[in-house]
Every structure is written in C-alpha cells, then in structure tokens.
C-alpha cells in the first residue's frame, strides 16, 4: 500500500459507515441483542449477588437480576462503566463502530441511533476516555504540535479569544504552578525536524543510520566544512548526537513504549496524517480533548487491538465515570499517542 493510498482511508466515507450498520444490524437485530452483547461482557460467567451467591439465571438483555438465594434484586450495570445507561444498545453500536475501524462524528453517530448529539458525543468520549487509559506506555508528544485543528471553544478557551489560546493558558499555567507536567519543558522540542532544508537534509540522511564524517560528504555532496557547521548546529540543537569515529546519529528523544507496537519517534508525516484525520471527520476539535482524540486515532489506525471484543472486554473492566469527570478532562501539555502501528 503506497502512502497515499493510507492518506486517502483517513476517514470513513458514508457509504462505510452504512455498509458497518448494516452488519451490526445483521449481527445484532434487535436491541435486546445489542444489550445483551454488553450485558454479557459485564458478566461472562454470572452475576455475584452481595449475598456471595452467583446468580446465572437471567432474562435475555435485561440487566436485572433476582438471586436465588437471598431474593435481592440487583443491577448488573450498577457501579460499573455503564452505571445509569439508558441507551446501553446505542453504547453497543459505538463500540461496533469503533472496533469495525470506522471514523465517525459524534453528530452522525447520534442521527443514526436516534439520541441527542449530546449523548452521542458522551457515548464515544466515554469509550476513548477508556482507551486513553491504555496508552500509559504510548510516546509522549508535545500538542503544540497538534494544534491545526483545534478550533472549537471549550470551557478552557479564555472569553474572546481562539479556541487555539487554550494552548497558552495551559503552558503558563504550568509553568506557575510548577505541576509535575510543567517539569517537561514545553519548549524542549521546538519542531519535529530540523527548519533550514539544508539542515533537515542531513538529518534526514542520519534516520536511516547512523554514518560518519566520510559518508555524508558522499551522500550530501556537500563541502567539508559546511558540513560541519551543518552538524555543529544539529548537535547543538538537540537533533543528533555525535559518536566515537566520526560518525553521528539521530537522538531519540522521544522514548517508544514498549508494550505496544510503537514504530520510532512521531515524524512530521505522522503527526499531519493524525490532523488529516481529525479534520475529515470531526472537522474541529477543543484542545481540551485533544488526547481522546489520539485516542480515536490508535482505534483507527490499530486494527489488530481495537476490535469490538477488545472494546467491550475493556469498558467491562472500566470504572464508572461521571459527566462532570468526564468534561473536566483537559490534556496535558504532552499527550500520548500511537501514531503508527506495526
Ligand atoms: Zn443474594
């Protein structure tokens, strides 16, 4: 698959999205089903009962349960991630949706399941609040960088200015405070890539592998001692690292994670395929909520982690989360990402 072809599937076209209804439809017919899909996750192999007794008998997609043993009637969605879901099959769709790797709006998802923007909008914040959970051990990227699409007032945007300044307040506010984020320096990175073309071209030269004096003059046809001056700005920049024998590599400043399929350091391409996406299908976004939204972007683009099961498996474990956690949420100057999967 070239590039551009990746580029072009940033978003879900309608056409995707009907085709994914009709096979929820197909797989879930009625809303007894949808909720029992989920009622069934909440409890794979029976509800316990306060008594200690584990209740196994239930009516098909109702979430009320009689025990056996001491007649108390219980919730199997209270206290848990769904606690006081009326629309517990509209939550099974949005799950469909994002385990099946569709791109949709919050305004879509609601028209099509017939609630408020409102509740549609809180059904897939929900879930991507989960999935950013998940991403404890994903890259830390500054959002500065992430700032194209942010052009929708939150409860954070100062009166009378861009959504965009929320970015300030939020740096200055760190800075006074001293909280643990303001330690990261916000301006430690100042670009993903060195800004003079001449500089970026030797950078890009060492991503491959690290090389020394005699190589890149090969490679960068360029005179010895402009090339050095290339290298002495690069080092003091940050960008590269000089090594015993001449020869220089790229520093890594941004650690990849470990436990998740995480290819090398956010490039600049990177980081425009996830603003692409966030504008082809939410068009506008706060800053506040910019980390849920690098949240939809692993569920997009990691087809292998996100299916609907893993969704489902991991809102059952979720702990519940109230409207007012839930809006309160602003990201951190750094945010998690998975910008590319193996
Ligand atoms: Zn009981």
Redesign the pocket.
Known sequence: MSSDDRIEKFTSSKEEIDLCFARFEEKFPTKADREEAILKSLMPIGFR?????L?TDREYGKRDVK?S????KSSITANTFYHGVRRLSAYCNGQFLMGEGIAISANDFAKRNGISSSQGNHILHTVSCEIVREMENAVEILTALLLEPVAKRSKETPAGEHPKKEQDELEKKSAKYGSQRAAKNPREFPAALPLREKDKSIFELLQERPLNIDELVALAKMALSELFSILTMLELDGFIRALPGNRYEVVQKIPTAQSMSVIGAPTEKLLKWFVRFVKLTFHAISRKYLQRYLARYWCFIDRKRWTFEALLKMCARAPYQSSSQLVSYVTPLQAKAVLEVA
């Open positions: 009962c306060a008594c200690g007794n209740v025990c043993a001491c007649k108390r």
